[in-house]
């Protein structure tokens, strides 16, 4: 199973950008996928996440500007975010877990959010 993250970039303030991440591979049909972070001298932490019945879970730091979907079909999860903050700078990992402790991550993506 392999994850390709796409979609970083260089945004000003107040921007927006819309991360993608293909799964290649084969995993349950029950599963979540998620969007972790890591900002530099900081823990990665969880930004969103959504089941594959479509339940989602935000960070409240990005409550009403972040938006994750996925397209089962495609095997593909998104992150919309819109509004970015300076905060949001960090590199972007997408994630699949499935079964009791099977787990996928991808290789980051960075986002730079400047003044």
């Known amino acids: 199973v392999q994850l390709q993250a796409s979609g970083g970039g260089l945004v000003q303030a107040g921007g927006s950008l819309r991360l993608s991440c293909a799964l290649s591979?084969?995993?349950?049909?029950?599963?979540?996928m998620a969007w972790h972070r890591q900002a530099p001298g900081k823990q990665r932490e969880l930004v969103a996440l959504?089941?594959?019945?479509?339940?989602?879970n935000y960070a409240d730091s990005v409550k009403g500007r972040f938006t994750i979907s996925r397209d089962n079909a495609k095997n593909t999860v998104y992150l919309q975010m819109n509004n970015l903050k300076l905060e949001d700078t960090a590199v972007y990992y997408c994630?699949?877990?499935?079964?009791?402790?099977?787990?996928?991550w991808g290789q980051g993506t960075q986002v730079t959010v400047s003044s």
């Open positions: 591979g084969s995993i349950s049909s029950n599963n979540i």
């Open positions: 994630y699949a877990g499935w079964g009791p402790s099977q787990r996928s």
């Open positions: 959504i089941s594959s019945g479509g339940t989602t």
